[in-house]
C-alpha cells in the first residue's frame, strides 16, 4: 500500500488520511473561501486546529476566539495560531479570508480534565536544527511539554537544496527512554507551489521501502521507519508533523548507517 496520499486540486478538502489507515493519528487540511464554515467534532479525540494560512473566527460551547491569523503563507516567518480541543468538542471554523486549515486528531481522554485553549503565536517554541545543507527552521506546536493525552503536533521549514528529517530517524519501538512508539503524517506545502521535494520511508529490515516524490499539499503516512526529506534547488518545504502513539513521549533512534552525520 503506497504511502503517498494525493490532494485534491478543488473543493473544501485538500488532503485527509483515509480511515484505518493509522491506529493513533488522524489528519485532513481543508481551504475555505471568505465566509465558508468548517463544522469540527472531536467525538473521542482530542485535536488540534492548526491555521496555515488566513484569518479564522472559532467558537464552540464556552469559547469564542475572534478574527484569529496573521500570516497568509505557511512560508512566512511567523508561527501559527492553533487550538486544543478535547474530547467531546464541537466547534464551528468561519473563514474572514481564503482559508487554508489542518485538523490533527489522536485518542483523547475525558478523564484527563482539559479545556479548549487557544494557541497563540508567541507561546509557540521555535528553535534552528541542523547545521549547513541539514539546517531547517521548527515551530513546536503542541509539543510534549504542553497539556494533551496523546497529541503532538510541530511544523518545519526546510530551505533550498537542504535535507530535514534528517540523518533518518525513526520513533518505532516502545523503549523509553531510548525512544518512543509514534505513527506521524506529514503534510507538505511547497514554494513555488509547482515543486516537489522526496521522501523516503524506510525500516531495518526493509519490510517497508518507499521512497516518493511529494507534490504540494499531498501527505505522507508513517506507520513505522525511518522518514527522511531532502528539498531540490530553487524550492523550499514546508512540513506538519502530526505525531500520536501509546505514550506522549518523543524519543528518537537515528539510522546507525548514517548517524557519522552528526559528527561533521
Known amino acids: 500500500m503506497s504511502l503517498l496520499v494525493k490532494s485534491t486540486p478543488r473543493g ?17 487540511a481543508y481551504r475555505l473561501s471568505l465566509g465558508q464554515t468548517l463544522p469540527v467534532s472531536a467525538n473521542d479525540d482530542e485535536l488540534c486546529l492548526v491555521l496555515l494560512s488566513g ?23 511567523k508561527s501559527p495560531f492553533a487550538a486544543y480541543l478535547p474530547p467531546s468538542t464541537r466547534a464551528q471554523v468561519t473563514a474572514l479570508s481564503d482559508v487554508q486549515i489542518a485538523v490533527c486528531a489522536a485518542p483523547g481522554a475525558l478523564a484527563a480534565g482539559l479545556a479548549p485553549r487557544l494557541i497563540r503565536p508567541e507561546q509557540c517554541r521555535r528553535s534552528v536544527r541542523g547545521k549547513g545543507a541539514n539546517t531547517r527552521y521548527v515551530c513546536d506546536i503542541l509539543p510534549d511539554s504542553e497539556p494533551a493525552h496523546s497529541l503532538l503536533v510541530v511544523e518545519v521549514r526546510t530551505p533550498s ?31 513555488p507551489s509547482q515543486g516537489f521535494v522526496f521522501q523516503r520511508v524506510y525500516t531495518d529490515d526493509r519490510s517497508i ?30 512540513y506538519l508533523n502530526v505525531m500520536a502513539g501509546p505514550k506522549r513521549a518523543w524519543h528518537f533512534h537515528n539510522d546507525p548507517q548514517h548517524s557519522w552525520l552528526l559528527d561533521l
Open 209 to 238: 521501502d518507499q521512497a516518493m516524490a511529494v507534490e504540494n499539499h499531498d501527505l505522507v503516512v508513517v506507520p513505522k521507519g525511518y522518514h527522511p526529506v531532502s528539498v531540490p534547488y530553487g524550492y523550499e518545504s514546508y
Open 55 to 77: 484569518r479564522v473566527t472559532i467558537e464552540g460551547e464556552g469559547f469564542s476566539w475572534q478574527n484569529l491569523g496573521d500570516r497568509q503563507s505557511v512560508f512566512e516567518d
Open 12 to 28: 473544501p478538502t485538500m488532503v485527509a488520511l483515509p480511515e484505518g489507515r493509522l491506529e493513533y493519528v488522524g489528519f485532513a
Open 161 to 191: 537544496g537542504h535535507s530535514s528529517s534528517y540523518p533518518p530517524h525513526k520513533h518505532d519501538t516502545d523503549d523509553l527512554p531510548h525512544q518512543s512508539f509514534l505513527e506521524e503524517t506529514y503534510y507538505h506545502q511547497i514554494n
